[in-house]
């Protein structure tokens, strides 16, 4: 059993991750899924990225992620989905303890973000890459599971960024690999 934190992309804490959420929580995980817009929920992406932008951007999220995990304890694997994936990129790489970080619909560069972000992966954190083909982060994805030994990159066709909230079965694969994933942890 793992400890697990799921962070959302910018149309919030929606349906498609609840249940992702709860299919962690069947298989025996303890899973945490911070919201970090306040409760609220968008149908377009462009108004959650508003919405975000009026909370002070996205590294304002990724200081409400790290606030609501400050009480959990360190040894968990992070999840975040697009901007989520800032957070748990971010947590991965700076929280002691972490175990592992599972990144969907997006991917970071290494040491780009700052002096709290460092330029190299810590040794003994796992991470999976799920990332559409020709996203505008596929290269930073690619490059990730170049560096981090033993990532692990997961390519789907498709044409929406979030591809496994419009395909069940797609759906399916990406939850039955991180499943694995947390497993094997």
Partial sequence: ?????????????????????????????????????DGRTFSELEDGVAYSEQLGGPMAVVERARAA???????????GFSLGVLAAQSLAQTRPGARGAVLCYAALPLGEWGDNWPATWPNGVELQLHILEGDEDFAFAQGLSE???????????????????????????????VLDFLQAQ
């Fill in 147 to 177: 560096t981090v030994p033993d990532a692990q990159l997961f390519v789907y066709a498709g044409t929406e960024h979030y591809f496994a909230e419009h395909d069940d079965e797609t759906a399916r694969l990406l939850t039955n690999r």
């Fill in 1 to 37: 059993m793992a400890e697990v934190v799921v962070f959302h992309h910018a149309l919030g804490l929606t349906h498609p991750l609840r249940r992702f959420a709860e299919e962690l929580r069947a298989a025996g995980h303890v899973v945490h899924t911070p919201d970090l817009l």
């Fill in 69 to 79: 995990v400050a009480s959990l304890p360190q040894q968990v694997t992070y999840v």
